[in-house]
């Protein structure tokens, strides 16, 4: 998930940027440009929405009471979950070759039209599976992982097997959950209105809030390091860890080539030739 947000924070967060504030479209002179980048920008967002569906599944599971629940919280089948997620998604998202390609509207262009019946169910199913399916699962599992958290307090014997750290991964998830929320919701309501017939679509004012609500969508992809600095300790300590070990690696550099030249230094008077002893003559 992270390098998914640090790929889409810097290279689609700019071709977006260019797009939608300085209307320069760099890929609609080449259709398979057009369909390949259209592809990667909505896979990114997809990818990232969903392995934060995943990771609140995982949280659930990890501070579920039932101790059958809570193996299937283990690094195997995280990456089993992950792997088949990515498939699910990138099979997804071939619809955007078909619907997206280079169109004449007055000007060239690389977009999608509702002038198909394709390009219209694929609009739906992408309203559906994004707008609505992946906010209800985060939303869903999220009260879950409370509810189990406040019956974990109330059991000593469950509590005292329950780490701080575990709690502070599920209250970190909670709090990136409704920060992802909060900050998709008004880009999902225009989404939504990418449905509703085209002469709204057309309208300045619609574009006008389709640009504006870009940017706390675009905010989603940068807002997890910050979250989990803020919001749990054992990022916070292990943050701090990496900057010292960084910072020592730096200073030790630094030091070592003056250490050297004495080294060089020390070595180079044992090849000098030996001074003769002065013998005192009787």
């Given at each position: 998930?992270?390098i998914n947000n640090i790929?889409?924070?810097?290279?689609?967060?700019?071709?977006?940027?260019?797009?939608?504030?300085?209307?320069?479209?760099?890929?609609?002179?080449?259709?398979?440009?057009?369909?390949?980048?259209?592809?990667?920008?909505?896979?990114?967002?997809?990818?990232?929405?969903?392995?934060?569906?995943?990771?609140?599944?995982?949280?659930?599971?990890?501070?579920?009471?039932?101790?059958?629940?809570?193996?299937?919280?283990?690094?195997?089948?995280?990456?089993?979950?992950?792997?088949?997620?990515?498939?699910?998604?990138?099979?997804?998202?071939?619809?955007?070759?078909?619907?997206?390609?280079?169109?004449?509207?007055?000007?060239?262009?690389?977009?999608?039209?509702?002038?198909?019946?394709?390009?219209?169910?694929?609009?739906?199913?992408?309203?559906?599976?994004?707008?609505?399916?992946?906010?209800?699962?985060?939303?869903?599992?999220?009260?879950?992982?409370?509810?189990?958290?406040?019956?974990?307090?109330?059991?000593?014997?469950?509590?005292?097997?329950?780490?701080p750290s575990e709690r502070?991964?599920?209250?970190?998830?909670?709090?990136?959950?409704?920060?992802?929320?909060?900050?998709?919701?008004?880009?999902?309501?225009?989404?939504?209105?990418?449905?509703?017939?085209?002469?709204?679509?057309?309208?300045?004012?619609?574009?006008?809030?389709?640009?504006?609500?870009?940017?706390?969508?675009?905010?989603?992809?940068?807002?997890?390091?910050?979250?989990?600095?803020?919001?749990?300790?054992?990022?916070?300590?292990?943050?701090?860890?990496?900057?010292?070990?960084?910072?020592?690696?730096h200073g030790e550099r630094?030091?070592?080539?003056?250490?050297?030249?004495?080294?060089?230094?020390?070595?180079?008077?044992?090849?000098?030739?030996?001074?003769?002893?002065?013998?005192?003559?009787?």
């Amino acid at each position: 998930m992270s390098i998914n947000n640090i790929f889409y924070a810097s290279i689609g967060i700019t071709y977006n940027l260019l797009l939608d504030g300085y209307q320069v479209d760099l890929i609609r002179y080449s259709r398979v440009f057009c369909k390949l980048i259209s592809y990667i920008l909505n896979f990114c967002p997809y990818l990232s929405v969903y392995m934060l569906v995943l990771a609140s599944i995982d949280r659930y599971c990890s501070s579920s009471l039932n101790a059958q629940r809570r193996n299937w919280s283990n690094i195997r089948m995280a990456r089993k979950a992950t792997l088949i997620m990515l498939i699910i998604i990138a099979i997804f998202m071939i619809g955007i070759l078909i619907s997206f390609d280079i169109r004449d509207n007055g000007s060239l262009s690389c977009s999608s039209t509702s002038d198909s019946l394709f390009n219209q169910i694929y609009l739906i199913m992408e309203v559906i599976v994004y707008v609505i399916t992946a906010p209800f699962l985060m939303m869903l599992f999220g009260f879950l992982t409370i509810y189990n958290i406040y019956k974990s307090n109330r059991n000593l014997a469950v509590a005292i097997r329950y780490r701080p750290s575990e709690r502070q991964l599920s209250r970190m998830l909670i709090i990136q959950v409704l920060t992802q929320i909060i900050l998709n919701l008004p880009f999902c309501v225009v989404f939504f209105a990418l449905i509703l017939p085209p002469t709204f679509q057309s309208t300045i004012m619609f574009y006008f809030l389709y640009v504006i609500f870009k940017i706390p969508f675009y905010m989603t992809f940068i807002t997890p390091f910050f979250l989990y600095i803020l919001s749990a300790q054992v990022y916070r300590d292990e943050f701090i860890r990496l900057l010292k070990k960084i910072f020592r690696i730096h200073g030790e550099r630094a030091i070592h080539p003056a250490t050297t030249r004495v080294m060089n230094g020390s070595l180079a008077t044992n090849h000098l030739p030996p001074i003769p002893e002065v013998i005192d003559i009787p």
